[in-house]
């Protein structure tokens, strides 16, 4: 069990205490044109936290929008918003002012932190929002930017004396279908989440220097970039565009010793390892969607690296079944991280045993918090939290994703975890990604179809649908094999990497 006073604040932990114990001309932060100590970050929180409090009137309770690329800027008004006792509310850089609004709503946000340079769509949203009344911009020279005003303010600040369990993040889930989700974080789970899976699997030490790609308004970007480093006095480095051929080059420019990106990056990124320096890489986290057994292999061939896995979702914060990279298994997620436990269930909430699938149900100290009660309801009861995936534990403890529960695709009476079909197809050397759907079939209820896009080089057609066909049909049982397939340029991806399977389902 862990164990937090009454009293907590997840910025002095992370952020004030460091400088106290003497560690402030440690190096904290780089992005474009920023390399800033630890003392350096808290005196920018602090001035933009004066800033916050002074100047925009917000108070403890007051929920803040954040809206920006990951910057050094974007963390330090992440740290402000905590000083000052308020709700962190980060949104993705590619919402729009319509998705901005619901967020708005759900949120009650009454203020906003923006990157200048995404003020647009923001000021749509604001024309439509009353509750949100004081919106304020940094990445800008303006005289009433960010920035200047913070520079007038002073650079030592006393934190509100917040709760250990006073809201301090309300995440929105990435929503791959429908309208999006808020959950509630406290300052305690911040911390919690620092004490569970970094210290027994990821196990950074002060030196290690942490990159990659995830958006600092998904929970595994925020964790990843900012809180981990953070917690063990480690840097990280935020950047703005982490695309596949951006994250080799940084890599290679900051000596980057762990990497954060969802399993595409990698496969993306695989070929072209050859052509930087990456000896400084030492650990390598892919999250957000399953890791298939072929892209662990390729990233393992081109950067001597094996891969650590980890499942994790916005309701509980972050990564709560993983493994060590000398643990890894291909093709298993891992076993519950220590403080979390994990099982598989039925319908009606009975434990299955071993080798069967089924609905996974997780219990830890980071419970989910829904905004709606609703969805609490239906997915946490009695402290166990249903993910909305299919999952099954094989008799040595390792759980093993099948799909999310809603995408299994039910085909002449069997059942068909698409991923598992798309494993099969990675393996095969023409094949770049691929993402696998049931379409509705008068017969079989439903078929299997796969979008396949190609490896450069390869010449779509029927041949290549047959050769694909019989190829699944060797890796896994036959019946499983994509009786269609469509070749495609690219897939529909979230800002998460997650591949959007409704939008291949209803392509309008
Ligand atoms: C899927 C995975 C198999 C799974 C997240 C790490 O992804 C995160 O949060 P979201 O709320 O989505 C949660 C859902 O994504 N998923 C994530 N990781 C894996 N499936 N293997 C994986 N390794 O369906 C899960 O229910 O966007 C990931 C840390 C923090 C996060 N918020």
């Known amino acids: 069990e862990l164990q937090f006073p009454e009293?907590?604040?997840?910025?002095?932990?992370?952020?004030?205490?460091?400088?106290?114990?003497?560690?402030?001309?440690?190096?904290?932060?780089?992005?474009?044109?920023?390399?800033?100590?630890?003392a350096d970050l808290l005196a920018q929180a602090n001035r933009i936290a004066h800033m916050l409090v002074e100047d925009m009137g917000v108070v403890p309770g007051n929920r803040v929008l954040m809206r920006g690329a990951n910057t050094?800027?974007?963390?330090?008004?992440?740290?402000?918003?905590?000083?000052?006792?308020?709700?962190?509310?980060?949104t993705m850089p590619l919402l729009r002012a319509k998705e901005l609004c619901q967020v708005i709503q759900q949120a009650e946000v009454s203020h906003a932190l923006c990157d200048a340079r995404l003020a647009e769509e923001l000021a749509l949203a604001q024309a439509q929002c009353p509750t949100l009344k004081s919106v304020a911009h940094y990445m800008s020279d303006a005289p009433d930017g960010i920035e200047a005003r913070a520079a007038a303010k002073p650079a030592t600040f006393a934190n509100?004396?917040?709760?250990?369990?006073?809201?301090?993040?309300?995440?929105?889930?990435?929503?791959?279908?429908?309208?999006?989700?808020?959950?509630?974080?406290?300052?305690?789970?911040?911390?919690?989440?620092?004490?569970?899976?970094?210290k027994h699997v990821l196990k950074p030490v002060a030196d290690d220097v942490f990159i990659g790609s995830p958006p600092l308004a998904f929970t595994?970007?925020?964790?990843?970039?900012?809180?981990?480093?953070?917690?063990?006095?480690?840097?990280?480095?935020?950047?703005?565009?982490?695309?596949?051929?951006?994250?080799?080059?940084?890599?290679?420019?900051?000596?980057?010793?762990?990497?954060?990106?969802?399993?595409?990056?990698?496969?993306?990124?695989?070929?072209?390892?050859?052509?930087?320096?990456?000896?400084?890489?030492?650990?390598c986290v892919s999250a957000g969607e399953a890791l298939p057994a072929a892209t662990r292999q390729l990233w393992k061939d081109a950067s001597g690296i094996e891969m650590i896995d980890g499942i994790g979702a916005t309701e509980l914060l972050h990564i709560f079944i993983s493994h060590t990279e000398i643990e890894a298994r291909p093709?298993?997620?891992?076993?519950?991280?220590?403080?979390?436990?994990?099982?598989?269930?039925?319908?009606?909430?009975?434990?299955?045993?071993?080798?069967?699938?089924?609905?996974?149900?997780?219990?830890?100290?980071?419970?989910?918090?829904?905004?709606?009660?609703d969805r609490q309801r239906a997915y946490v009861q009695n402290g166990w939290n249903l993910t909305g995936?299919?999952?099954?534990?094989?008799?040595?403890?390792?759980?093993?994703?099948?799909?999310?529960?809603?995408?299994?695709?039910?085909?002449?009476?069997?059942?068909?975890?698409?991923?598992?079909?798309?494993?099969?197809?990675?393996?095969?050397?023409?094949?770049?990604?691929?993402?696998?759907?049931?379409?509705?079939?008068e017969q079989r209820g439903q078929i299997v179809k796969a979008?396949?896009?190609?490896?450069?080089?390869?010449?779509?057609?029927?041949?290549?649908?047959?050769?694909?066909?019989?190829?699944?049909?060797?890796?896994?049982?036959?019946?499983?094999?994509?009786?269609?397939?469509?070749?495609?340029?690219a897939l529909p991806r979230t800002e998460t990497g997650k591949l959007q399977r409704f939008r291949l389902r209803n392509p309008a």
């Open 451 to 489: 979008f396949v896009v190609l490896r450069p080089g390869a010449t779509p057609g029927p041949e290549l649908v047959r050769e694909l066909q019989d190829f699944v049909k060797q890796t896994v049982a036959p019946y499983k094999y994509p009786r269609a397939i469509e070749f495609r340029e």
């Open 160 to 198: 509100v004396d917040t709760a250990a369990d006073d809201c301090c993040i309300i995440a929105f889930t990435s929503g791959t279908t429908g309208k999006p989700k808020g959950t509630m974080h406290f300052h305690r789970d911040v911390m919690a989440i620092c004490a569970c899976w970094p």
């Open 331 to 373: 093709g298993a997620t891992g076993k519950p991280v220590p403080g979390y436990q994990a099982r598989v269930v039925d319908d009606q909430g009975r434990v299955l045993p071993a080798g069967q699938v089924g609905k996974l149900a997780v219990k830890g100290p980071t419970g989910c918090r829904y905004l709606a009660d």
């Open 72 to 90: 050094p800027m974007m963390a330090a008004c992440w740290f402000a918003i905590q000083k000052a006792g308020a709700i962190a509310v980060a």
């Open 220 to 283: 595994f970007g925020l964790g990843g970039l900012v809180l981990f480093p953070m917690s063990v006095g480690a840097s990280t480095v935020l950047l703005e565009k982490a695309s596949p051929e951006g994250l080799l080059p940084a890599i290679a420019h900051y000596r980057a010793t762990v990497c954060f990106t969802a399993p595409t990056s990698y496969r993306a990124m695989a070929p072209l390892v050859g052509q930087h320096d990456l000896s400084s890489l030492r650990k």
């Open 7 to 38: 009293r907590l604040n997840c910025a002095h932990e992370l952020l004030d205490a460091w400088v106290e114990r003497g560690h402030g001309a440690r190096l904290c932060m780089q992005g474009i044109g920023v390399r800033w100590t630890y």
């Open 389 to 441: 995936d299919a999952y099954a534990m094989d008799a040595d403890g390792y759980y093993h994703y099948q799909s999310r529960t809603d995408d299994m695709i039910i085909s002449g009476g069997y059942n068909i975890a698409g991923p598992e079909v798309e494993s099969a197809l990675l393996l095969h050397p023409q094949v770049a990604e691929c993402g696998v759907i049931g379409v509705a079939d």
